[in-house]
């Protein structure tokens, strides 16, 4: 069985910086093929702020391109959120979301990691 552990989120500044956590747990993880962090606020839609597909490439929400910085370590099944410049408007529960291969033959495992609080002060 797979589960996605988040950690990282807090209580910071404007202009200050975070990096949020996401790895993969589980005995058969081979690697993670794609990764994305969203972000929801209370009574709002879940919204894409960074992606990494299955070719290694970042993507980035226009509000956070040049200020967020996302990677993956798949020698520890963890992804990263480098949060830099953050704005009160950053405020919002964060969830990873990955696709996880986990046997040779090209099985995927796909979840959402529990969600982190992320909360910044003006």
């Known amino acids: 069985q797979v589960q996605l552990v988040e950690s990282g989120g807090g209580l910071v500044q404007a202009g200050g910086s975070l990096r949020l956590s996401c790895t993969a747990t589980?005995?058969?993880?081979?690697?993670?093929?794609?990764m994305g962090w969203y972000r929801q606020a209370p009574g709002k839609q879940r919204e894409l702020v960074a992606a990494i597909t299955s070719s290694g490439n970042a993507e980035y929400s226009d509000s956070v391109k040049g200020r967020f910085t996302f990677s993956v370590d798949n020698a520890k099944n963890t992804g990263y959120l480098q949060m830099n410049s953050l704005k009160p408007v950053d405020t919002d529960v964060y969830y990873c979301?990955?696709?996880?291969?986990?046997?040779?033959?090209?099985?995927?495992?796909?979840?959402w990691g529990q969600g982190t609080q992320v909360a910044v002060s003006s």
């Open positions: 979301n990955a696709l996880v291969l986990i046997d040779h033959v090209g099985t995927t495992w796909h979840g």
């Open positions: 589980g005995k058969s993880i081979i690697r993670i093929n794609e």
